[in-house]
Nanobody
Framework: QVQLVESGGGLVQAGGSLRLSCAAS??????MGWYRQAPGKQRAMVAT???????NYADSVKGRFTISRDNAKSTVYLQMNSLKPEDTAVYYC???????WGQGTQVTVSS
């Protein structure tokens, strides 16, 4: 059974930090990604990471967010620092090759 279980979202003030986690099971833990969808906007890529640890980031989060993974735990993380109100969105974990999605976790950044 495929599962992607996200956790770690919440409400934080601008300039603060949050760490999202996504525990995966039921498939080969390959390329993983974090996406986000703000109200009225399309879902967009935030960051991706390959099995070997190569990363890719959206320009808007470079230098502030860090994606990482623990292959032994089949878990991918998103460390978000220097958060801005425009980072407010529902964040989704994605198994890129299979197009599996988690249920999403809300991140709200207050000004």
């Amino acid at each position: 059974q495929v599962q992607l279980v996200e956790s770690g979202g919440g409400l934080v003030q601008a300039g603060g930090s949050l760490r999202l986690s996504c525990a995966a099971s039921g498939f080969i833990f390959g390329i993983m990604g974090w996406y986000r969808q703000a109200p009225g906007k399309q879902r967009a890529m935030v960051a991706t990471i390959t099995s070997g640890g190569s990363t890719n980031y959206a320009d808007s989060v470079k230098g502030r967010f860090t994606i990482s993974r623990d292959n032994a735990k089949s878990t991918v993380y998103l460390q978000m620092n220097s958060l801005k109100p425009e980072d407010t969105a529902v964040y989704y974990c994605n198994a890129v090759l299979y197009n599996y999605w988690g249920q999403g976790t809300q991140v709200t950044v207050s000004s």
